[in-house]
Every structure is written in structure tokens, then in C-alpha cells.
């Protein structure tokens, strides 16, 4: 039986003045998320910008504004939560930063925001070089290769640096990408969507899969970890500032530095690899940007800041937007509220898309284009808070998103000062809908090297 819906169609309506509150039965909603989820979003607006649905039997609402979308992720406190959906990959993040609560998480972020603080910002610059520029030596003078997974590669690389100070050997780096994957299948399955939990135990070869990807996760993890502790060095890295962390509670237990370390491992190069995996999609379609990228680059010394490059962070943002690896934003009320005018029951899952707001015509002009110069011409208009949010935004934004438009924008500037690339494929392969917007395919690209030595 279908939970019932915890908002008056009626009353909403009244309460809501310039907002389309609308109500979805649970069985369109179901049948249009499985046969085209991304499509399903994109078309959300001409639904209604409040769209109150049940998904699997879960009293859902769909936030396709922006307005509700800013007040709820503003308030946070004391009213949302994380959803259980999203609660259930505690098996893989634990209760680090990104699934943490209340009290642990504030203290959490107070200890890690030293983790970010400007001093630090120079040193990790410094390894998004290097690792950019060992990357591309291996890249072949004349080839094709998958974008996503040589973008995989190389954040992974830098985010093991920049957080154990440590080398991560091809072997490691596979098992940790392949267990990325499983669990990345397990959320998108459908045992992975439903309103309850299903036992491990059972037989199934996506929940085994899925218990094999936490173990590899963490043997890789725990091996650097006890390297860490086990080295002299004091380190600059994020975990010798983790091991470090004091205050008047204490350190970090180790089960929570293994959360950490998880949680920025995974979810701190990901976001990252699929905005430059799509970035260099769009531009090897587009000559005319990628020799804009180019000249950008030329003209920059090889040690320059990110602030030479504002054509390059406006492709990443462009690439944000169009494709945002977080498409999908959830939280659950702990008490009855009222959102923008509209009642909401407790325990209601709510749903602010990115992929929706970022593709409405209302906020982006010709929104399904890749166009950076919106990011940077004199004639750009900031969309509407809530309207463009590629790291969220509130108390819960992303800590690592300062950290994310640096790596992003030297490691592209990188690949272009050593190759150039076009698009073997004028479409990307589908995309899955799980933790983060993967592509299920090779995104090929055919690269050369830029300055051959004689």
C-alpha cells in the first residue's frame, strides 16, 4: 500500500503564493525514475515547483525551485538530516563529516577546518602540479584513451597525497576504484532504494559485491593509516593534521579517522573526476574553447595560481552545472515543518535536485548548452540562491570545495599545457544515478601530444 502523502494539496496551495504545489502519483513517479531518472528530473519544472510524490512507499516532496530549495538547505539545524537512503551508506563513510550529525559533526568540522585553511592551500597546489605532470607523461604521445578513468586515476592520486603524504601503488588504485563502483552499483540497484534495510546476509550478488568493496576500502585505508602513524615524518598532510586534532574532548578515536580518511578519499576525488571527465567531453567537441583553454595556459608560467586561469574554472563550473556529480540532494525532517509555505509531515524524504535546478530555463539560458562564458562574461547574472549548487550550500556546503576548484582547475590547465584531445564520441555514455552522476562507459577521448621532442 502506497504511504499517504503528508501535504493537502488544497492547503498547500493557499500557503504557497508563486509556487506550483502539485501532487504525483506514486506509480508515475516510480515508472518515470526508472525508465529515464535524469530525464525525469529535467522535466520536474513543468510538473510544478513542489512536486509531493511516494517513491518505493516513501512519502517523497521534490523541491524544483530554488526558494525552498535555499531555506531548507540553509536552516539545517535542529530541523534535517540526512535521508536514510543516503544514512545507509554508513557500511562504507561510517559517521564522518559527510553523514555526521549534530554535535559530532560540528565538533568534526571545527577539528578538519584547519585541514583547509590558506597556509595549507600552497603545498597542495604544489602536488596537484606534480601529479599532473607525472600523469601526462604516461599519457601516450599519440592515442585514445577513457577520460573517466585517467581522471579517476590522477584525483585519486592527488587526494592520497594531499591526505596520507603517501604514493598510492596501480594495484591500490584499481582496488579502490572497483570498490567505488560496487558500492556505487549497490546504491543505484534496486535493493539499494528501497525504504528498509536489507540484510547483508543474503545471498545476493550485489549485496556480496557490495561487502567486498568495504573490506578492500578498509585494507587500502588502514594500510596507509598504520603507515602514517608508524612514520617519524611529522607531515603536512590532511591525516597528520587528523592524528594531530585536539580539543577539549580529545583526539579522534581511530575509528573516526578512518571515517575521515574514507570519506575524503572517495567523495573528495570523485566530484572532481567526473567535472573534469565531462569538461574535457565538452571541450573535445568544441575546438573554439579548447584553443581558448590552450591560450589561456600558453600564456601563464607553469607554476602560475589558479587565479591565471578564469577561463578554465568557468569550463568547470560550466561542467558543474550541466553535469552535477552530486544530481541529487536529500534530507528527511525530524519534526513536522513548514517549507515555503507548505506543511511537510515528519519523516518526509526531500529532495533538491541539481540536476533539475541547473537545467531550468527559468535560472540558465539555453540550459542543455555547454557555454563556460556564462561563468565569466561582464554580462553574467548569479542564477538565484539555490539555484547552482555544485557543493550544496548552508552549514553542510562541501568543506572541501575551495579544495575541489583549485585541483580542477590546475589539473585541467595541466592536460592542456601537455595535450590536446578531441572526443571520439559525440555522446556520453548513459549515466548512472547512484551516489554520484557516473558514466556506465568509456567517455573516449583521441589525445597527442602538444610540443613533440625533436
Known sequence: MTARCPVDHTAATAQAPGLRVVHRSALRTGMAL?????????????????????????????????????????????????????????????????????????????????????????????????????????????????AAAEMARLTLDVA????????????DANRVAEAFAAVSDFVASPIGLLPFDVPRWLPLPVIRRYARAIAELDA?????????????????????????????????????????????????????????????????????????????????????????????????????????PAFALSRENVQDVVLAGVPIAKGTVVVAPPWTLHRDPRWFTDPLSFHPDRWSSPEHVAPPLGAYLPFGLGPRKCIGSRFAMLEAVLLLTGIARSHDWTSVDDTLPPLQPAITCRPKGAVRLDVRVRHPSA
Do not use: C
Open 160 to 171: 592520497v597525497r594531499t591526505l596520507f603524504g603517501a604514493d598510492i601503488a596501480d594495484r
Open 220 to 324: 587500502v585505508v588502514g594500510a596507509l593509516v598504520r603507515a602514517r602513524r608508524a612514520s617519524d615524518a611529522p607531515g603536512e598532510d590532511l591525516l597528520a593534521m587528523l592524528l594531530a586534532a585536539r580539543d577539549e574532548a580529545g583526539g579522534l578515536s581511530d575509528a573516526e579517522v578512518r571515517d575521515q580518511a574514507v570519506t575524503f578519499l572517495l567523495a573528495g576525488h570523485e566530484t572532481t573526476a567526473l567535472g573534469l571527465t565531462f569538461a574535457l567531453f565538452e571541450l573535445g567537441r568544441r575546438p573554439d574553447l579548447k584553443a581558448r583553454l590552450h591560450a589561456e595556459t600558453d600564456a601563464a608560467p607553469p607554476d602560475a595560481g589558479h587565479e591565471a586561469f578564469p577561463f578554465a574554472a568557468a569550463v568547470f563550473e560550466e561542467s558543474l552545472r550541466l553535469y552535477p
Open 34 to 146: 526508472v525508465r529515464d531518472p535524469f530525464r525525469a528530473l529535467e522535466t520536474l519544472p513543468s510538473t510544478g515547483d513542489i512536486v509531493v510524490t511516494s517513491v518505493f512507499g516513501q512519502p517523497t516532496v521534490v523541491l524544483a525551485h530554488p526558494a525552498p530549495v535555499a531555506e531548507m538547505l540553509r536552516e539545517g539545524r535542529g530541523t534535517w538530516i540526512k535521508d536514510r537512503l543516503t544514512q545507509r551508506t554508513a557500511d562504507v563513510f561510517g559517521r564522518g563529516l559527510l553523514l555526521s550529525e549534530g554535535d559530532a559533526w560540528r565538533r568534526q568540522r571545527r577539528l578538519l577546518n584547519p585541514g583547509f585553511a590558506n597556509a595549507r592551500f600552497d603545498a597542495y597546489a604544489n602536488t596537484m602540479r606534480e601529479r599532473t605532470a607525472a600523469a601526462m607523461a604516461r599519457w601516450p604521445a599519440r592515442g585514445t584513451l577513457d
